[in-house]
């Protein structure tokens, strides 16, 4: 994969210059997974680096991005609510320029649509276009003819992309981009392009500039990073670039995201237990509990190998807890196949649930499939296993009480008065502290719970 490295643009940075008398202001505002909420850092790191500020309101904006998210009808449906509510400010505020960006941009239907009926949108870049921002930007604004780039993969990694994080303290680390998976119901891979993962040496570099800057949690991102590796000189795989982080020195914990059971080896689970900087948490998405549906999916696994990996990791890793996403509805689901999810949901006792309807893409396999049964019943299906997670987990939460905690301390609680910290588990327990804690790490004494969360205080 060729690689190339972000250089500071100075012609661009000169057109803006001369274009405003004090510097532009940039709304970002990024939608979708971490993966997209990073590009949004990188978006907001490159316009810095070209002289604009950032703001926190679209009305005190000279430039407005929408980082777009394209995996369910939902998501998109709101970005074009949302762009579409600027029409009125882009008619009072001239030269306002008005930009969408990430996953939807990388699709030719949806460039379509904005050409044609948002002509108030200046400018369209997909997810590989980060870096060629102050370009796009500079030609707006000499030529006052709108920029719309067509979906483009480039077979190339950018390095050295400013940044500028939205925490002090939780800091996302792509170690690899796109997908090559091809899930039946997903548009990542066509929106994300083909798996390219970055060189262990630039991934060691930027992580260890984040432990010195002082961040306490690191998150890999990658769509499937258990496939981390492929294609690259050097002989490495996911657990090898654990191993490998977690030579740096420091008080850090490592998250990552996300695992595919086809791709999680023995090895990757040994490494969660021999590390301590390494969470004691699995999220390992099944999608589903039925292996025909699984099958339609494209999934690679089955529910027996599935429920192996999670026997090995609870057998290897003592109180690793895990979470999941689950897909209801996918086309020809039936009551029995949705019976196999539930009774997976109660077998592995997850500690938390991501649950989605299954939302038709159009271009993926399963877009072609018949799907006969209501939305009213899929609902009623999503009820069913809400219900159910909820009387596992929230025994589950309520039975840790009298623990004493290490947590991550990451905002204000909603009760006045109280911080919430975040559990090795992901779980978020709610106690009584001071603001100054935020960002910093406490040991806490679970108390008690409401519903998924923890109640407790901090012990000494
Ligand atoms: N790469 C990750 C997931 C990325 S998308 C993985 O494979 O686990 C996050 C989640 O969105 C998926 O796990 C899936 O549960 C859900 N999802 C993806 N496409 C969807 C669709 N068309 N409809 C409903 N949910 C979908
Ligand atoms: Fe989508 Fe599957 Fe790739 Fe995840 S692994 S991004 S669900 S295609
Ligand atoms: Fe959405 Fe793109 Fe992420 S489609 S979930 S923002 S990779």
């Excluded at 039936?334 to 196999?340: C, H």
Aim: proline share 5%.
């Amino acid at each position: 994969m060729e690689k190339l490295t972000y250089t500071h643009n100075a012609d661009a940075a000169a057109v803006i210059a001369q274009t405003y008398d004090t510097p532009p202001l940039a709304y970002v505002r990024s939608y979708g997974c971490q993966q997209n909420v990073n590009d949004g850092e990188k978006t907001r790191g490159v316009l810095m680096d070209i002289g604009y500020g950032l703001c926190d309101k679209p009305e005190d904006a000279d430039l407005i991005l929408f980082n777009t998210c394209a995996v369910r009808e939902h998501a998109e449906q709101r970005v074009f609510g949302n762009v579409g509510a600027l029409k009125g400010l882009k008619e009072k505020k001239r030269g306002l320029m008005i930009g969408l960006c990430g996953c939807m941009a990388n699709q030719k239907h949806v460039v379509e649509k904005l050409r044609k009926s948002y002509p108030y949108v200046d400018l369209v870049f997909g997810v590989d276009g980060i870096d060629t921002l102050p370009q796009l930007i500079a030609q707006k604004l000499q030529k006052h003819k709108r920029v719309l780039m067509e979906p483009a993969q480039r077979p190339v990694i950018v390095e050295n992309i400013p940044i500028r994080r939205e925490s002090e303290f939780r800091a996302w680390l792509p170690i690899m981009y796109g997908c090559d998976n091809f899930c039946t119901y997903c548009i990542v891979p066509y929106v994300r392009g083909r798996e390219k993962s970055r060189k262990p040496g630039d991934i060691l570099s930027e992580f260890r500039g984040l432990v010195e800057a002082g961040y306490k949690e690191i998150t890999l991102l990658g769509q499937n990073v258990n496939s981390y590796g492929k294609g690259l000189e050097e002989q490495v795989d996911f657990a090898d670039l654990l191993n490998l982080l977690c030579t740096v020195p420091g008080d850090y914990q490592i998250r990552f995201m996300t695992s595919h059971p086809k791709d999680a080896s023995h090895k990757l689970i040994d490494t969660i237990a021999a590390q301590p900087h390494l969470c004691k948490h699995l999220h390992l998405p099944v999608q589903c509990g039925s292996d025909e549906l699984l099958k339609k999916m494209n999934r690679h696994y089955t529910i027996e190998q599935y429920l192996e990996l999670i026997e090995y990791a609870r057998k290897t890793v003592p109180g690793i807890t895990f979470s999941s996403d689950i897909i209801v509805g996918f086309p020809g689901e039936t009551e029995e196949d949705f019976q196999g999810t539930l009774e997976l949901v109660k077998k592995v006792g997850y500690m938390q649930l991501f649950t989605f309807i299954y939302s038709k893409r159009n271009g993926t396999p399963a877009a072609k499939l018949p799907d006969p049964t209501t939305h009213a019943e899929k609902a009623a299906r999503m009820d069913r296993l809400l219900k159910l997670q909820d009387s596992i987990a929230f025994p589950m939460i309520a039975a840790m009480a009298g623990q004493t905690v290490k947590v991550l301390v990451e905002a204000a609680g909603r009760t006045p008065g109280t911080l919430n910290g975040r559990l090795d588990n992901n779980l978020v327990v709610e106690f009584p502290a001071e603001e100054s804690l935020i960002g910093q790490y406490a040991n806490v004494r679970l108390t008690g719970s409401r519903a998924a969360l923890l109640v407790g205080e901090l012990a000494e």
